[in-house]
């Protein structure tokens, strides 16, 4: 047993750590971030030319560099590190989890070059975290098939060039039974979107479809017969998750470990309060247990049930650093200027994105403990 | 031992409902907590209860106060929390005013007293600094007294303050300075100064925080010259009402009235959410989390009623309020926490309007909108007024002795 990278792993690390140094400062975050945009087309552009990391997670036959997960994980961690919001977990994790289920090779060819970014358009408003809770629909017709509903707050949207979208095409609203998966243009006629910011300065939208009508090759796989590789992928953007939640923690432990040994009170700098240095071990703990708990998460995919534990060990150690994160900075860590609030948000939404802590501690309950 | 309310008590209750019910404005409704608000709208209620007499219920009645009695103080929380009303900004009301009836010249009382009672003055607190925040009474905002060409006393103030809320909107702030700065103690040589925000060499900057909001402000100044006559208590001993007002007005402070109308909220919300198709509120770990907070809740809640019957029976507000900041801030915080989880994925939206009168928003529904601004909001309750951490410390030693 070894938990050591390859030549190839550290070297896509090392050189997208030195480019986010370089380029992607939190003062260049954020005026990404608070572009009209909302992203960088330009990093984009970076990150597939320059650095070619989109493509370290494929294998070379799909004209990747050889890699898989744990490319994507090490590519999370910074992403989680520099608070990049460009969207990599939904169109490589993701995307490019749906290309390599279903053998896209010429779909994984696009993302690896940079010019097509996918969003995942899965939730809905009624569904919470129900991945077969769909009332989109899309029914047959001249051999294609005419997409009609409403899905929510779907990440990276407004980037995306194509959407990946769940929809039924049988059973009833929630049944696993009939859930199939269609890749189109985003610009599809009868898709609309209505496009605005997150909170975690990401972007996204509402996303509508209108008896949008998509050829038979729009369709992934067999029809009704999609929730098992939806429920994969969606294990691995969690991982993927967990491995930013790393990086994010990680900063935020820096971050508030630099502030208290600069910042003096009582004429001492306040790292020297042994309530504070409690905290501070407190927090450190709870980013080592989430690297430990990403690193077996990563190694036993596709095994749903350690993702579920990754994410609610994770979700919580997110909680509790953000927070305490913030607290112990005092007034500084809450205003919009400085960067840990800013850490401190996007550990918030990560802890909920695809279902927060308790759901997974139930979901783990279902596949651990009961049958 | 009775703790049920007379019938009395239950009187004094319906005249309150129906007062709130037929004058509390319309266009504020539920308004309460919201950080958005503009001027007018936060003084709204405040100058309505002016003109009723009970705006400052907390006062002694000859300067305004309605001699109620603490659980009638407590009813009127109760009520005021049901309808979530905006409640009167506590520079005024809650710290400058009781420092300056106690403190203060009959010639400040009456200059003074009736802008806060009538809600007319908004009043901001200059007390922290960027070096000077757990640690108050390192400030350095330097008062040099001097004799003008008029003949007259006054001090030449330069230094800088922060995190002064809502400072963007203050006619008068409170201000504590440095009047010696050869003082023995820190706490020595420190003065308490009323400031006309107006006055030439004051720059108030905003600070934005975490939800977007403009909340709180640096406050520059630059040779500011205020009248001897605008200090209260004796010159050097500042101190005194510093620590004054910090140990006054402790009823309310554990936000218990707010805070069961905010788990009444999470239980509106949760009922509408809907989990694996069934109200989230039926979610075991879900409905598990809104009852821990309701068995906290209640113990706060019985604290704070031992404290103010404590308080009825004499003994002023000792440093078990403390408990009441620390505990009472926790659950307003696991409140906001329990809201943004409740409202799943609408809890991610932000509108860049913020604040700027942008009312246009309308993705998800209208309880989730705010529910992630604030939550991050509200962190700052355990920074401020005294950060939780300096609470403990202050229970530590007043309380256990330790
Ligand atoms: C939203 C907001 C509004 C505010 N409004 C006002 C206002 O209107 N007027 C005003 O004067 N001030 C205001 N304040 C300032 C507030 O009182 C200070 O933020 C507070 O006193 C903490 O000071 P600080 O921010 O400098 O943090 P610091 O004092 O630097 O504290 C940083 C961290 O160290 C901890 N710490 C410090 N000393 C100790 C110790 N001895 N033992 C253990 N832990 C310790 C603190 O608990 C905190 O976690 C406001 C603050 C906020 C956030």
Known sequence: MNFDFTETQTMVRDTLQRF????????????????????????????AEE????????????????????????????VGRSLVVEPYLSTVVIGGGFAREYGKADLIEEIIGGETRIAFAWAEPQGRFDLNYLETSAREKDGGFVLSGHKAVVRDAPSATHLVVTARTSGDVADEDGVSLFLLPKDTKGVSTRDYPLVDGGVASEVYFENAEVPASALLGEAGKAAGAVRKVVDEAVVGLCAEAVGCMEQMNKLTQDYTKER??????ISKFQVLQHRMVDMFMEAEQARSMTYMAVNRLPDSASAAQAKVKIGKGLTYVGQNAVQLHGGIGITDEYAV??????????????????????????????? | MDLKFTPEE??????????????????????GGREDLGRDDMLAWHQILGEKGWSVPSWPEEYGGTGWTPTQKYIWNEENARANTVPPLPFGVSMVGPVIYTFGTPEQKERFLPGIVAGTTWWCQGYSEPGAGSDLASLKTRAERITD?????????????????????????????????????????????????????????????????????EVFLDNVKVPVDQRVGKENEGWTCAKF????????IAGVARSKVGIERIKDIASTELDEGKPLIENPFFKRKVAELEVDLTALEFTELRTLAGEAAGKGPGPESSVLKIKGTEIQQRIQELVLEAVGHYGAPYFRGYGEGDNEFSIGPDYAQRAAPTYFNGRKTSIYGGSNEIQRGIIAKMVLGL
Do not use: C
């Open chain 1, 20 to 47: 986010l140094a370089d380029r992607y400062d939190f003062e260049s975050r954020q005026k990404i971030s608070r572009s009209d945009a909302g992203w960088s087309q330009d990093i984009w552009k970076a990150f």
């Open chain 1, 51 to 78: 650095l070619g990391i989109l493509g370290a997670s494929f294998s070379e036959e799909l004209g990747g560099l050889g890699g898989g997960q744990i490319e994507n994980m090490i590519v999370m961690e910074e």
């Open chain 1, 264 to 269: 003096k009170q009582f004429g001492v700098p």
């Open chain 1, 341 to 371: 609030g800013h850490y401190f948000k996007r550990a918030t939404m990560i802890e909920g994105q695809f279902g927060t802590t308790d759901h997974y501690l139930r979901r783990y309950e279902r596949l651990a403990l009961e049958d």
């Open chain 2, 10 to 31: 239950e009187a004094f209750r319906t005249e309150i409902r129906t007062f709130i019910e037929e004058n509390y404005p319309e266009r504020l409704k539920n308004a």
């Open chain 2, 149 to 217: 060409d008029d003949g007259k006393e006054y001090y030449i103030v330069n230094g800088q303050k922060t995190w002064t809320t809502l400072a963007q909107h203050a006619d008068w702030g409170f201000f504590l300075v440095r009047t010696d700065p050869d003082a023995r103690k820190p706490q020595e040589g420190i003065s308490f100064l009323l400031i006309d925000m107006k006055t030439p060499g004051i720059t108030v900057r905003p600070i934005i925080t975490l939800g977007g909001e403009h909340e709180v402000n």
């Open chain 2, 245 to 252: 007002l910090l140990a006054h007005e402790r009823s309310g």
